[in-house]
């Protein structure tokens, strides 16, 4: 069994063909997905989707690229989400992204901060996207101490990634990991222990090697980032499938492996 932590059902490339895309992930066994809500106009998406798969659980957050787009009650909203449905299990993904900077960055510190704010009082762990803005991102954290997240997709350096686990997070790897071009990633995976992987497709985002020419990723390709890992970690794919799936019920509670 293998969870791909983090997806995109509700996006263009997958919605169209969810209840596909969820059969073949059972069939590679990929039994388990979090889908992940980035804004307001996704999250009821989102929790369509839970409904709909008994496999598939959710997380809602705001994603930096949306940061400038939220309403002033945009938080109450998102309670109200929490508070009706169960199968949401994180507060995320939120954090800070400087490469594409659609919204300034002061605005996606707020947002972002009210995020961790929300996760604290729900007791709710968080996923955090962080692109090109390792240290104002890993400044934020350090002052919130939040309990429990992931930094998803990772793809610093391992000077980046010992920053991010001394804080206490998990660590995320996609695709990206088994690309020729990213070496470091695959170094930062290295220094990695076992007990804070997670394993994850940002599909329709990042489809693995093999799997690379096909442009719409989905949540059954999870298992060859996973092949990918084991083999530069020196073990089987059964042991990081053992690893990655018990992370992740510790991380997202235990309703999520049952
Ligand atoms: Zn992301
Ligand atoms: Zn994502």
Redesign the pocket.
Known sequence: MLIDT?C?LTYPGLIEQAEAVVARAADAGVTRLIT?G?DADDHPKVLQQLRRFAGVFGALGV?PHHAHEVSGDFIVRMREYFRQEPKILAVG?CGLDYHHASAPRDVQAGVFEAQLALAAELNLPLIL?VRDAHDDASAIVRNQRPKDFVV??FTGSVAEVRTWLDLGASIGFTGIVTYKNAAHVADACRAVPDDRLLVET?APYLSPVPRRSIKINEPAFVVHTAEHIAALRGVTPAQIADVTTANAGRLFGRKLTA
Do not use: Q, S
Request: one cysteine or more; a negative charge.
């Open positions: 983090h995109h992940i980035t994603h993904e996207h998803h997709c940002d």
